[in-house]
């Protein structure tokens, strides 16, 4: 989600906050110390997102921690929106999407299964003395040797903004990230007009042509009384002939800069000081007039002074500080039952919903919810927003297992019979449902249309039969549809890289997009080796520059990427080396700067589009992806269906899976392996017992988390370059959370110290540092630290020089030795060391299981401190379920396509 938002808070370690009893919760207007002053105001630097989960009672409707959406005890500052993806600082991860940031320890042993152990402490390898043996025994003996390390990291470079700084950076050079969010601002809003053109009136020459729409145009007027018939009727006097200009030639358009890019004006500094002045009188931190004055608009302080609760559409701002705030500033006024308190605290829910991976809320959780924080009249809240168009009501039919979809037909006939239907009333925010409608107009677009004609058919057909098993499969059901879905895991990703050197062979505009850079590089060396018909890259080669993997097969793949490089020799190759620009990452083709540009009409200049690690597509980015598609074009989404979801709001992969209105291919091909054979059975819900004769698997077991993080840097810089040959700039550390005691903080801190120790002189960080870089929430880009200046900290990710303005690089940039799981989905490297303390057994899940096993390309090592809590985990504690419309709206697209073929064929 990648994945969830990665930036930073300095939030300190912690055990979980339990959820609030609704039976017990209570009323956020009372209990809340110092008058109407917001409490922890201090706790927040200025600029950071809200990154790190609400704990205590700021439980997201349907039972589950909202999840990106509050800052422990103080209020955000400057803070961006937080993906679903967040990592929960004092909570457990909730639906499989947010690595929790602390838990209550508990104790270490035993494992079920899962390789060799180590009992040993601090003396040879750990990894040579532990590869073949059994499971670890319970309370295997092990010195606690302890690695004391800072849980902060330091920045004086990252100093919060106030409302003249953030002033000035957003009048100034526009960030990567404000590129990025301006392209999908214009692109979401081409989206919004082509949908109001559709429903808005007809106007002349629009649908019909000619004199006929002349005059259908000229009725209309006169029946609505804007212009007299007379005026209507009059031939207009004839123009006198003008030679007519040549056309300008048609220009493809170049990718989006940021300089070019548009983005909504800072706020006037008048306004920012009247916030300000609002937001002292009600005891609220100053810094955050700036956001404050951006979400508000002109007016802001009028507005924020008349609905104090207003402060809430702030990220990082929870419901008793704002409760505090109007407190404040309204006095006795302020009451529970208040209107716009009611009203405030719905749309909060539904962001909070959002952050957890809901795209709308069931009326009746969300009622709940709001009597949970205190609500009165909950039905009477819910209503006032709905009145307000803060929120969105859909009644969407249920069916019966097996019964046909719901048509605008059959509704009519549910009238005339007078039977109901049971219906699910869901409540959402108005950016959702937009993006899930308009992704299902697009995806039904792809469906009920036949692809271009592109090559001969015989060339389609030969290209499948020189292929074997699924991969033919995958390349005969391309070629006659619009969509089609791909599953399997690492060893499959050689099959789309066949089928795109076979589509670039019958001259198809063909182009893959990863999640990650890190993917994107990836799958760029697998289709170079499939192209000269060589095995898959070496797993173990040095990564480029980020210390990111050299390539995601497996040295195991070699064979599998050998039978793609056959495919691609029958079917001619890819010409000219053209297959190391035709792989880009989602985010760079959307703004445009990667991938083929677009055409004259907006839409992607390609005829066939291969999308990588597909269940890491939240609903809003597959909407603007579909929409940019040209007619005629096909669309393949190719994914592990068993990682961790999106970051964003949705789960579109697995949506379509479940609805099945398109092929659906699943790859045949196996992880090969230990490690395949390891993280196949995760994914079926079992922890085995694999033999790792190579060593490709170590079970490393700790007693608490100072141990923990102990043999973890023993491991990154000793034990795995002596044992396994791998370099510890080639290893990643993966744990659940950014903060407890062995979270990324105190890891990275542990690992910097021993592997390039230095003073952070650049807010906290040294040239030679590995990074990770968040230019947006929910997307992490690993690299290194080359220098700083006075223009800001310069990056080097994936060999692309990126410079972070200083005042932005304690929010978006944290070390990189250690990530969560969701930093690392999309990206493999040589060698994994997955660290589980104690304190995280609450946070494990199969799907974060499965995603951090299964980084690892050679060697496995896993820090194991959570006794049976591992095992547990994968046999019991699936993802999360979210609340989505996306299935009603594809069964009932796919109902009127086959009612509109009956009545074609009739």
Known sequence: MSTEPETTQKAGPGSPDPEVDPATARDPQEGTPGGGRVPGDEAVTGGEAAEDAGTGDDAVPQGEAAEGAGTGSGTGSGAGAADSGAEADGSAEADGSAEADGSAEAGSGRVSGAGAHDSGEGSEADVEESAGRGAPEAGAEGSAGGSSADAGEGSDAGSGSGADTGAEGAAGKMSEAEAELAAQRAERERIERRKAEKKGPIESGAKLSGRAADLLAAVRAVESGEKPAAAVFTPPEPEPAQRRAAPEPVRRPGPVTAEAAAVPAAPAPETVQAVRQVLAAGGAPESLALPVATALGEGAADRLRADPWQLLHIAGVRPEQADGFARALLGAESRPDDERRGRAFTVWLLEQAALAGHTSLEAPALTAALAQRGVPDADAALQSALAEGEALVFQDALEEPGAPA??????????????????????????????????????????????????????????????????????????????????????????????????????????AAAHSPLGRDGFTELLRATAAGQGAPDAGRAPQAGGGPAGHAQAGQAGQAGQAGQAGQAGGGVPGGAESHAVATVAGLLSGAEGPGRDADGALDLDLLVVLDAPQLDVETAALLVESLPDGARLVLSGDPAVLWSAGPGRVFADLLAARVCPHIASRLPDPGPLGELVSGIGVGELTQVAAPGKEVVIVPVRDAGEAVHRTVQLVADSVPRAIGVPAEQTVVITPGHGGAAGTRVLNAALKERLNPGPGRFGGFDPGDRIAYSPVPGRTLPGRVVTADAEGLHLSCSGVRVVVPRERVEASVRHGWALTAHQAVGGRWPAAVVVLPGDAAQALSRPWVYTAFSRASRHLSVVHGVEQALPRAVAEVPARERTTRLPLLLAAQAAQAAQSQERAEA
């Open 406 to 511: 719901p048509t605008p037909e059959a509704d009519g006939d549910e009238e005339e019979t007078g039977e109901e239907r049971p219906v699910r009333v869901l409540v959402g925010l108005e950016r959702y449902a937009l993006a899930e409608e308009s992704l299902a107009d697009g995806l039904a677009r792809l469906i009920n249309s036949a692809p271009g004609e592109h090559g001969p058919a015989e060339g389609w057909e030969e290209a499948a039969d020189a292929a074997r098993g699924s991969t033919g499969e995958l390349i005969r059901a391309v070629s006659g549809h619009g969509l089609v879905l791909h599953t399997g895991g690492e060893a499959a990703r050689a099959e789309p890289a066949r089928l795109l050197a076979g589509a670039r062979a019958l001259g198809l505009r063909a182009w």
